[in-house]
């Protein structure tokens, strides 16, 4: 199952527009922040499991290289070995990135993933039949982890722009284990500022890493010890 090009600008039209709805419906106080979030993550399911293509069903529409150019960042504050989450972990294939990454620089990690869409659950799941038990359906909004990790990686476009900071502190207090890294991104230039402020209100401390793909389009992470 794959989408012509012209189908996947469809899909992007219709995703984009289904979350301009809900972000709206949630400034008119129609939708509540759960609401919203399971609003966004239903549009990006509905487009992403129109084509088997993993990099399109995490999102992203490229080649394999622009890929790894765009998400191999996430490594860049990975110094140990260790367990590995990933916040809103689509159909896993991140995960499965990351950790053969991870493993050319000589980096074990033990891979969890964390999706609010049921049918990206369940996708994530077939893919990655050995790491089931590793992939959680839940809300980062009030979701308990079952113990802490290493590393933990987000999108802070997950919660509402007023939440951002208390989503940093909470995953920080609650998330990261001791000597580990909260990591968010890869965000764009035009992002990379309100991504700093949510790190610096939570007086969570912060560094910035950054990459450039091959078109000139550079990515940064913003990421805190613990
Ligand atoms: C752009 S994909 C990212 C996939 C992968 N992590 C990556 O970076 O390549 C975003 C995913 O986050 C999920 N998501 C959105 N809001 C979420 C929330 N509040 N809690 C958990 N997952 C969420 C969406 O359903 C979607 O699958």
């Given amino acids: 199952m794959s989408l012509n090009p012209i189908e996947r600008q469809r899909a992007k039209i219709e995703t984009q527009t289904a979350i301009d709805a809900a972000s709206l419906g949630l400034v008119r106080g129609i939708l509540d922040d759960a609401a919203w979030s399971r609003a966004i993550a239903d549009a990006l399911a509905s ?17 394999s290289q622009l890929w790894r150019d765009a998400r191999e960042l996430i490594l860049a504050p990975v110094h140990r070995d260790g367990t590995f989450l990933d916040i809103g972990c689509a159909t896993g294939y991140l995960m499965e990135c990351l950790q053969s990454w991870a493993v050319e620089r000589g980096r074990r990690l033990s891979m969890f993933g964390l999706e609010l869409s049921s049918a990206l659950v369940a996708t994530a799941r077939r893919r990655l039949p050995g790491s089931a038990d590793q992939i959680f359906e839940g809300n980062v909004l ?16 997950y919660v509402p722009a007023a939440r951002r900071p208390s989503l940093v502190r909470r995953l920080v207090d609650h998330f990261v284990e001791p000597n580990g890294r909260l990591i968010a991104g890869p965000v764009d230039g035009a992002d990379l500022a309100t991504t700093i402020e949510a790190f610096e209100r939570a ?19 913003v990421w805190c010890s613990t």
Wanted: aromatic fraction near 12%; hydrophobic fraction near 20%; charged fraction near 35%.
């Fill in 203 to 221: 007086e969570a401390g912060r560094e910035t890493s950054k990459r450039t793909d091959r078109n000139g389009k550079t990515r940064h992470v």
């Fill in 142 to 157: 009030d979701w308990s982890p079952p113990h802490r990790f290493t590393f933990v990686h987000t999108g802070l476009e």
């Fill in 47 to 63: 487009a992403y499991l129109r084509d088997d293509d993993p990099r399109w069903q995490s999102g992203f529409d490229g080649d």
